[in-house]
């Protein structure tokens, strides 16, 4: 089996936060990112990685579902592509 090249990963939201992957030889395709506002005012961030625009979208059922669960005012569900860049 031949070794897969390693390669940075950069992801640009659109508020212009940048997160940057890797190194890493995953065959991740999408940045899924959840901004959630807490009931005491304060805010969290969860995010993650997928290999396809589809598993990325699952996250938001995933998000309302954690909304109600656990208490949250609101939340945001954001999805961009992943840029790829050389080790």
Do not use: C
């Not at 212009?16 to 961030?45: M, Q």
């Amino acid at each position: 089996m031949a070794k897969r090249k390693k390669r940075y990963l950069i992801a640009t939201m659109p508020d212009g936060y940048v997160k940057r992957i890797g190194p890493t030889s995953d065959p991740f395709t999408h940045y899924w990112r959840i901004v959630a506002e807490l009931e005491n005012g304060r805010t969290e961030v969860f995010w993650g990685h997928a290999k396809s625009l589809a598993e990325a979208r699952k996250k938001r059922a995933a998000a309302a579902d954690a909304s109600k669960v656990r208490g949250w005012r609101s939340f945001a569900f954001e999805v961009t592509q992943l840029v790829e860049e050389p080790a």
